[in-house]
């Protein structure tokens, strides 16, 4: 994947399901930095391109990820998963540098338990303070994407909020990409992060 490395990578793939599996320390290797296996903002424990549909990623580990836990750019159902210790645990929608998903993304993000108390480049001289809990945008009108019962915790970081709402400023073709749109957040719990919810201002 051009020098970038992931746990699991799936593009154009239909109805993929990851279901009470453990991903730990996936895209990068503690000193020894082999075929691009470092630790910075493009390697991830999961993948996944915004050409998929149907993505079930249900009741797993999924921890110590170079940067995304799980990045979902064609969004899905993520419902139920433990997330430690990763840079960002789920950006669900967004596509900076790359292909939105057309007419935007569906999903959930249910149910998840969040602890995140990792930089971004943390194996590095000079690590980017982070921890995101969800990162949403490009949500497809009539959706409905539910983020709901969610518990974040953890954050030592004290640099990014548990939820950010925003759009891929960089995407490739932002001709077909949507904003937000009929997204519910309710019933989560934020404890002690430096903010709860950051809406992007350009909305």
């Given at each position: 994947?051009?020098?970038?490395?992931?746990?699991?990578?799936?593009?154009?793939v239909n109805n993929i399901?990851?279901?009470?599996?453990?991903?730990?320390?996936?895209?990068?290797?503690?000193?020894?930095?082999?075929?691009?296996?470092?630790?910075?903002?493009?390697?991830?424990?999961?993948?996944?391109?915004?050409?998929?549909?149907?993505?079930?990623?249900?009741?797993?580990?999924?921890?110590?990820?170079?940067?995304?836990?799980?990045?979902?750019r064609a969004g899905g159902t993520i419902?139920?998963?433990?997330?430690?210790?990763?840079?960002?645990?789920?950006?669900?929608?967004?596509?900076?540098?790359?292909?939105?998903?057309?007419?935007?993304?569906?999903?959930?993000?249910?149910?998840?338990?969040?602890?995140?108390?990792?930089?971004?480049?943390?194996?590095?001289?000079?690590?980017?303070?982070?921890?995101?809990?969800?990162?949403?945008?490009?949500?497809?009108?009539?959706?409905?994407?539910?983020?709901?019962?969610?518990?974040?915790?953890?954050?030592?970081?004290?640099?990014?909020?548990?939820?950010?709402?925003?759009?891929?400023?960089?995407?490739?073709?932002?001709?077909?990409?949507?904003?937000?749109?009929?997204?519910?957040?309710?019933?989560?719990?934020?404890?002690?992060?430096?903010?709860?919810?950051?809406?992007?201002?350009?909305?």
């Amino acid at each position: 994947n051009g020098g970038k490395c992931e746990g699991l990578y799936a593009y154009n793939v239909n109805n993929i399901s990851i279901v009470q599996s453990t991903f730990d320390h996936n895209g990068w290797i503690e000193g020894y930095p082999y075929l691009g296996a470092v630790d910075n903002g493009y390697n991830h424990n999961i993948y996944f391109g915004p050409t998929n549909t149907g993505v079930d990623v249900e009741q797993n580990v999924i921890a110590e990820a170079s940067y995304a836990g799980v990045m979902a750019r064609a969004g899905g159902t993520i419902d139920y998963n433990l997330f430690v210790d990763n840079a960002v645990a789920v950006s669900f929608g967004s596509a900076d540098g790359v292909m939105s998903t057309a007419g935007g993304v569906s999903g959930s993000l249910i149910g998840n338990v969040i602890n995140v108390d990792k930089a971004e480049g943390s194996a590095g001289s000079n690590p980017l303070a982070f921890g995101q809990g969800f990162v949403i945008a490009n949500t497809k009108p009539g959706a409905n994407v539910m983020v709901t019962g969610n518990v974040f915790t953890g954050d030592i970081q004290n640099a990014k909020p548990a939820i950010t709402l925003t759009m891929a400023t960089t995407t490739t073709n932002p001709s077909v990409a949507v904003g937000i749109n009929d997204l519910t957040i309710s019933n989560n719990i934020i404890n002690g992060w430096r903010q709860a919810i950051q809406t992007d201002g350009r909305f």
